[in-house]
């Protein structure tokens, strides 16, 4: 298949070479260049230009950063008109719903077609190719999609038929994943500040009826000064905010979701913002008793 | 050992017999007489009276309903003067830390020696003999009554030398338990208005680093209308206020745990205090979009 991949950070180009290597024609563009000599290496065609990546496309992966990025790449920059009639877009960017099925639409009626296609797993799935892809849109679509998909992330879900549920599906993953952190954080602070053995309390919870994914791998940070960047602190700050966002769109009051995006905007805002994630527990230092530790 | 045991409900009984079967002379009290018959017939001495029971005991085994009833039990009708002169006083009552604390500060003044010492596995690890025991007291005293605990919980923790250590433990267990079962309901509302198929779902979040054990055992019954209760949305009502009390003295903010004690509370007053605590979804099928299901 003939596949414009577009936004080669650290996440697009991992995923754009395992579209190579499954013998896929890949033409890439970022307006960043540091990862082209790599993307060349792997045998990728860079594009100095995005309609000459897009113009011959069946298939334009979009792997920018934010929902906003690719409506502007699609409609400001008008590269959706530089595309083939009926070629598809895959949008992999984390997103709304509602931002999703707005793009969708539009694309839809310009005669182009969308799946609504987000990614979980970070870079080390994207690298190993077992990225989780929760995908929104018409049937016929995911099928002539699914050998490229499948050779991005072993862990293929189709949510629905609508564009959006695939972000959706996103959205309740994250709303999860942050709300695990930030209690996590707020039980350890309440240890550590009764003055138990954390490193025990860890251990006990581990084996509990207490544990969540996150416990066991943001805990141990937790207890660490400066620990190694894995995510940082603003990835939820944007991700808790799409949950917010979406929230207030439908009317719908959160209340955990938002209690952990004030956690971690408070972490961000005291200068923790590049920080990894587990330090959201700086906020709750800050919040009680001072920064203690 | 001779040991008094006070308290010989759904989870003082199973606890009593184990000790009896670990070869303890167990003098059995409960106002309730309900399980007498049980207990007679594992070879326990009920007494009629708790004076009788306490008397002779080298170990007296709390297992009330709160830490206010041991405290009535222990100073109110005035028992601990009935006790030895140096008997040990084990509380497995749940409680606040500052609550066992403080019946703790007043057994010792009084010659008595004493445990903190709250249970976590429900009826099932009761019976089984694998509950999770967490105990605050000094080292001497933890040695002293090791060999009882172990015969009623197979994951024993000292967690440090303060009485009150092991309810701060309990605490924030619970603290976890109760907030990681909130979001699993608020995540699954917000799947459930999007209109997602929400055993996917869950199928997705299990595997994902949004898991949680709590998502993993209540997700299903989420699902369900009138699910078999395992455990009462008032249980959390309880668990998450000792949270908050406990929170409240030491003045520190917890957001997490406030947002996750209201829903509860709400679920509560919406007349489901009694259905399980699964069905705290239905606080959030009432809070947004009315009730909906």
Redesign the interface.
Known sequence: MRIAFIGLGAMGLPMAIRLIQAGHAVTGFDLNTRNRAAFEAAGGQWSPDAKGAVQEAELVWLMVVSGDQAHDFLFTQNHAADMPANAMVVMSCTQS?SKAANTGEALTARGLRVLDAPV?GGVVGAEAGTL?I?VGGAQTDFDFARSALESVGS?L?H??V?CG?GS??K???????G??I???A??TH??E?????LA??HR??S?????????G?RGPRMLQDEPPVTSAVDIFVKDLSIVAEE?RR???????????L??FLAASGQGHGLADDSQVIRAYRG???GDQK
């Open positions: 719903a979980s989780a929760m862990n879900f949510m629905g609508m549920m959706t599906m959205t309740v993953n994250q709303l999860l994943c709300v695990h930030a209690v996590a707020e039980a309440v240890a500040n009764a003055g138990l053995d025990q309390v006990i919870l084996v509990s009826a207490a544990s969540s994914w996150m416990l791998n929230a439908a009317k719908s009051g959160l209340p955990l979701a938002a209690a952990a004030q956690m919040l009680n008793r």
